[in-house]
């Protein structure tokens, strides 16, 4: 088994708008090993979240590879990559994006629907999350009634309920103040240290510190790739 | 097996999820499963009507007595000044000749049919009068409910008896049983001495509503018009062994009677021979068109029910366009996404359907009562109605489950 997570080759998506061809990433090649913690970086047009998504399976490279733990994901289908999605990649989105109305518990259970797990197997290990994010008070509070730093824990706990092999954060901290953002840096960084890989796309220079490898987007294309000097650390909440 | 279960397990996620979304927006999930409720209930109505219609039918049908052939003349009504060869006739000893010479004939009954005024001291009624003999009561299975009915005897002395029908008892012996009472039937007195069983009614017409009373009495002392031969009859009951002499003996019945009224080849009967299977084919036809048409105009209200359904899906699939996007991020497959609409319309259409459902048995209870007319809901129909309402979601839920499921995940995602 490689050690290799990620591997891109000359990955390209082009969007066509108004009758223009426009390259959002362009002839990417780079790979993550497992284990490590990347922030991507870059202004916003430059690729870097298009480049996510693909990584993410979310969206379809226009043409290029992607080779996702081995699997060249162009030889799946739209099931296939549900898959992969589902058991290998937690997602964590700016907005947080939890069901509104919905306990915590059951967002969080959410994926393990879609895994085919049972009701009871579903609600434990929810509950079992949630409680390492620091919630086990806070289970049955919909979003509604939760911080935003609450609710980027539960969507945190979400993302890990699958064991999944990669976190990708898009601006994670985006939607948060400084210090809870550090709390939550703080999390990526422990989980981080307790082995899985975690991806981070943001544009603000302080947070990708606390990755330990930054790529820099422009123009669709990797203009820097080396890694961080001098890495912060944040002490988890 | 595994795989099955695992799949139960996915579609009551799926009861689950679509009960959450219904419940968030309450009023509208009422709004649209009222359309399906008013369509399974004017559908369902419109079945138990069309039943009740046929059974209705089956019911009268059954008070004529089964095996049976009608014989009743038919005057001709051709062209040119009446005459009195064209004139139907029909006499006893065309009963008698029938009897003998029709192969499967078990019974004949000739009667002569009057309308009478029946007076008791204080009361009257008018009503009509059958006049009959004993085998009228086999034919068209009539009996006596109290007394007896008329006896041979009865006929040949002509004896002033009558058997009268509930109504005429309730109209003339509103407290009494009237067995042994005299009343007077155009002013002639008569003894009561049976009441018949009731026959209840059917569509409107009162089969309680007459008297039976031995012929020759009839056409000695009741007749009013003497225009009538002393033989003549007003109609003859056929009885038949089985179904199959009476499908042979109607032809037989018309051969005879053409033979004995030396009908020239070419001219039409001057009577007509009738079988309560033809009766029973033909109202069961028009019953049956009578509900179909019924249906088809109920079936509208379910169409325009099931239109709604999709619209509320497609604007629900709008809504939450960004909900889907994130289950398909966090690992649902385009299925899940196509099931997970297709269940919130079943779901829609199933209670609108049982509701409906239960709507219908309970206004088909109350017109069963006020209009005295059966309007039965059986099981088959109950389960059909459950079972086209979720078809309804099924197929007017198709197209935005399955154009929810079609959407990128990334696009989805990114919507607002």
């Given at each position: 088994?490689?050690?290799l997570l ?5 990955l390209?998506?082009?969007?066509a708008?108004?009758?223009e061809i ?9 790979s993550i ?9 870059g202004?916003?047009g430059?690729g870097?979240?298009t ?6 399976c979310l969206?379809?490279?226009t043409s ?6 081995g699997?060249?994901?162009k030889?799946?289908d739209?099931?296939a ?5 589902n ?6 989105f700016q907005q ?10 059951d967002?969080?259970?959410?994926p393990?629907i879609?895994?085919?797990i049972?009701?009871t ?16 008070n806070?289970l ?5 009634k ?8 539960v ?5 890990l309920v ?14 948060l103040?400084?210090q809870?953002s550090l ?11 307790d ?9 603000e220079?302080?947070i990708?510190e ?7 987007f ?12 001098s ?7 | ?7 139960l397990?996915?579609?009551?996620v799926n009861v689950?999820?679509?009960l959450?979304a ?22 369902i ?8 219609a046929?059974?209705s039918?089956?019911?009268q049908?059954a008070t004529?007595?089964?095996n049976m052939?009608i014989v009743v003349p038919q005057?001709?009504?051709?062209s040119?000044?009446?005459r009195?060869s064209d004139r139907?006739r029909l ?5 008698q ?7 499967g004939?078990?019974t004949v ?5 009057n309308s009478v005024?029946i ?8 009503t009509?009068?059958?006049?009959a003999?004993?085998?009228y009561?086999?034919?068209?299975n009539?009996t ?6 008329l ?14 029908g509930?109504?005429?008892a309730?109209?003339?012996f509103?407290?009494?049983i009237?067995v042994?009472e005299?009343?007077r ?13 009731s026959?209840g009614?059917?569509l ?7 008297i039976v ?8 002392r009741l007749?009013t ?6 033989d003549?009859?007003?109609l003859i ?8 002499s009476l499908?042979s003996?109607?032809k ?6 053409r033979?004995?009224?030396?009908v ?7 009577f007509?021979?009738r079988?309560t299977?033809e009766?029973?084919e ?5 019953t049956q068109i009578f509900?179909?048409?019924?249906v088809?105009?109920?079936?509208i ?9 999709m619209?509320?899906m497609?604007?629900?699939?709008t ?7 994130l ?8 299925s ?6 297709l269940?919130?319309?079943?779901v829609?259409c199933?209670i ?8 219908a ?6 017109f069963?009562?006020i ?10 129909t109950?389960?059909?109605a459950?079972?086209?309402s ?9 197209y935005p ?8 995940p990334?696009e989805?995602l990114?919507s607002?």
């Amino acid at each position: 088994m490689t050690t290799l997570l990620l591997e891109t080759h000359d990955l390209v998506k082009d969007y066509a708008i108004g009758g223009e061809i426009v390259h959002a990433v362009n002839n990417v090649s780079l790979s993550i090993a497992r284990g490590e913690f990347v922030a991507i970086m870059g202004a916003s047009g430059s690729g870097k979240s298009t480049f996510m998504n693909m990584i993410g399976c979310l969206d379809i490279p226009t043409s290029g590879t992607l080779l996702l733990d081995g699997i060249d994901t162009k030889t799946l289908d739209s099931d296939a990559l549900a898959e992969i999605r589902n058991r290998k990649i937690g997602f964590v989105f700016q907005q947080f994006n939890l069901l509104a109305r919905t306990s915590a518990l059951d967002n969080v259970a959410v994926p393990l629907i879609y895994t085919g797990i049972g009701y009871t197997e579903r609600r434990r290990r929810a509950q079992d999350r949630l409680e390492a994010m620091g919630l086990a008070n806070r289970l049955q509070n919909t979003p509604a009634k939760l911080s935003g730093g609450q609710q980027q824990r539960v969507a945190i706990a979400r993302a890990l309920v699958t064991d999944p092999l990669m976190l990708l954060a898009d601006e994670p901290t985006g939607a948060l103040d400084t210090q809870i953002s550090l709390d939550i840096m703080g999390i990526f960084q422990k989980l981080n240290d307790d082995g899985i890989t975690v991806v981070l796309v943001t544009h603000e220079p302080d947070i990708a510190e606390y990755a330990a490898r930054r790529i820099v987007f422009r123009d669709g294309q990797v203009i820097d790739d080396a890694a961080v000097k001098s890495r912060r650390r944040a002490s988890a909440a | 097996m595994k795989d099955v279960l695992g799949s139960l397990a996915g579609w009551g996620v799926n009861v689950a999820i679509a009960l959450t979304a219904l419940r968030t927006n309450l009023m509208r999930s009422i709004l649209t499963t009222l359309g399906v409720m008013i369509g399974v209930f004017s559908v369902i109505l419109a079945v138990a009507v069309g039943n009740g219609a046929q059974v209705s039918v089956s019911q009268q049908i059954a008070t004529l007595g089964s095996n049976m052939a009608i014989v009743v003349p038919q005057p001709d009504s051709g062209s040119g000044p009446p005459r009195p060869s064209d004139r139907g006739r029909l006499t006893e000893r065309d009963g008698q000749a029938i009897l003998r010479e029709v192969s499967g004939v078990s019974t004949v009954a000739p009667q002569i049919r009057n309308s009478v005024q029946i007076v008791t001291p204080g009361r009257s009624a008018t009503t009509q009068a059958t006049g009959a003999t004993p085998e009228y009561g086999v034919v068209s299975n009539i009996t006596a409910s109290e007394g007896r009915f008329l006896t041979q005897s009865d006929v040949g002395s002509a004896a002033r008896v009558a058997v009268i029908g509930e109504t005429v008892a309730n109209k003339l012996f509103p407290e009494t049983i009237p067995v042994g009472e005299t009343i007077r039937i155009n002013r002639v007195p008569f003894t009561v001495i049976g009441l018949l069983e009731s026959k209840g009614s059917n569509l409107g017409n009162d089969n309680d509503d007459q008297i039976v009373v031995p012929i020759t009495t009839l056409r000695q002392r009741l007749l009013t018009t003497a225009a009538q031969g002393p033989d003549d009859v007003t109609l003859i009951f056929v009885g038949f062994e089985d179904e199959d002499s009476l499908l042979s003996g109607q032809k037989e019945i018309e051969r005879l009677l053409r033979d004995r009224y030396r009908v020239a080849k070419g001219k039409i009967n001057p009577f007509t021979v009738r079988t309560t299977t033809e009766i029973a084919e033909t109202t069961g036809e028009v019953t049956q068109i009578f509900q179909a048409v019924l249906v088809a105009i109920a079936s509208i209200s379910l169409l325009v029910g099931g239109i709604g359904i999709m619209n509320i899906m497609l604007v629900s699939v709008t809504e939450r366009t960004r909900e889907i996007g994130l289950r398909m991020a966090l690992g649902a497959k385009r299925s899940d996404i196509r099931n997970q609409f297709l269940v919130e319309a079943a779901v829609l259409c199933v209670i609108g359907g049982a509701i409906g459902l239960s709507l219908a048995i309970l206004a088909a209870s109350i017109f069963e009562r006020i209009a005295e007319f059966p309007a039965p809901i059986g099981l088959d129909t109950a389960i059909l109605a459950v079972a086209f309402s979720a078809i309804i979601g099924l197929v007017f839920g198709g197209y935005p489950a399955i154009r929810a499921s079609r959407l990128s995940p990334i696009e989805a995602l990114r919507s607002e």
